[in-house]
């Protein structure tokens, strides 16, 4: 295994730099992608997705919607500097699989549907592409 690091320090087998922001900025995209259509049409995206009974009192659903823009945000702002925003990857992970934890629950129980199941699924991807930045970008002086 080639462990040589490159100029800017980082182990070369860990892929493109500029690859690794880039896939930041498209988990930013894809969280306030899902979040907006919940936040301004919840009942149409609740329908959508299986989701029995329709939420009434939308209350929680925008308030989801908003925190999902939030982390969407984040992940952008990681993508122009993953280095400087590693705690926000980290809190990214936690975030996406208590998502997909939830999600997965609820479809096991029958409460949601296949389509809401494969939605968090997407966390779930999302979830490993950070982990794998962590593991092949560990903190300076910190073995991976």
Same mark, same amino acid.
């Given at each position: 295994?080639?462990?040589?690091?490159?100029?800017?320090?980082?182990?070369?087998?860990?892929?493109?730099?500029?690859?690794?922001?880039?896939?930041?900025?498209?988990?930013?995209?894809?969280?306030?992608?899902?979040?907006?259509?919940?936040?301004?049409?919840? #009942?149409?995206?609740?329908?959508?997705?299986?989701?029995?009974? #329709?939420?009434?009192?939308?209350?929680?659903?925008?308030?989801?919607?908003?925190?999902?823009?939030?982390?969407?945000?984040?992940?952008?702002?990681?993508?122009?500097?993953?280095?400087?925003?590693?705690?926000?990857?980290?809190?990214?992970?936690?975030?996406?699989?208590?998502?997909?934890?939830?999600?997965?629950?609820?479809?096991?129980?029958?409460?949601?549907?296949?389509?809401?199941?494969?939605?968090?699924?997407?966390?779930?991807?999302?979830?490993?592409?950070?982990?794998?930045?962590?593991?092949?970008?560990?903190?300076?002086?910190?073995?991976?």
């Amino acid at each position: 295994m080639n462990l040589s690091t490159s100029a800017a320090g980082l182990p070369v087998r860990s892929g493109s730099f500029s690859g690794w922001r880039l896939m930041f900025r498209l988990a930013g995209v894809f969280n306030i992608a899902v979040a907006i259509p919940l936040w301004f049409a919840p #009942v149409a995206v609740c329908t959508l997705f299986g989701f029995e009974p #329709v939420p009434v009192d939308i209350l929680y659903t925008d308030l989801f919607a908003v925190l999902v823009i939030t982390f969407g945000i984040g992940y952008w702002r990681v993508g122009a500097n993953p280095v400087r925003n590693r705690v926000m990857i980290e809190k990214g992970i936690i975030g996406k699989l208590l998502v997909v934890l939830v999600g997965y629950q609820h479809f096991l129980a029958g409460t949601t549907s296949l389509p809401f199941a494969a939605l968090v699924t997407g966390d779930l991807v999302w979830a490993f592409f950070f982990w794998r930045y962590l593991r092949t970008h560990p903190e300076q002086g910190r073995a991976a």
